[in-house]
Nanobody, 116 residues
């Protein structure tokens, strides 16, 4: 089985920064996409950023220029560097891993709270 463990959430003031990390373990091969999603209270889960195994990135318009997704090549892990945080970035952030065959896995979620 595949397990994803997130870390790095917390409380930060407007304009601050946080770095989220996701580490994957288990029977992992043929990675397609690594990503981050978020879900704010009362809203649907939305894409934040994705990184393909080929190195292509995709960002939600609301985070472009502020967030950066990257991979830790020493292990199966990826990060989300979040700068210039805004109160509207407050949400539970989930990491996501997609393998070939449309197999998708989710982390347990980590809370990010941005105070105004």
């Amino acid at each position: 089985q595949v397990q994803l463990v997130e870390s790095g959430g917390g409380l930060v003031q407007t304009g601050g920064s946080l770095r989220l990390s996701c580490a994957a373990s288990g029977s992992i091969f043929s990675i397609v996409v690594m990503g981050w999603y978020r879900q704010a209270p009362g809203k649907q889960r939305e894409l934040v950023a994705t990184l393909t195994i080929g190195g292509w990135t995709n960002y939600a318009d609301s985070v472009k220029g502020r967030f950066t997704i990257s991979r830790d090549n020493a292990k199966i892990a990826w990060n989300l560097q979040m700068n210039s945080l805004k109160p509207e970035d407050t949400a539970v952030y989930y990491c996501n891993l997609e393998l070939t065959g449309a197999r998708t896995y989710w982390g347990q979620g980590t809370q990010v709270t941005v105070s105004s």
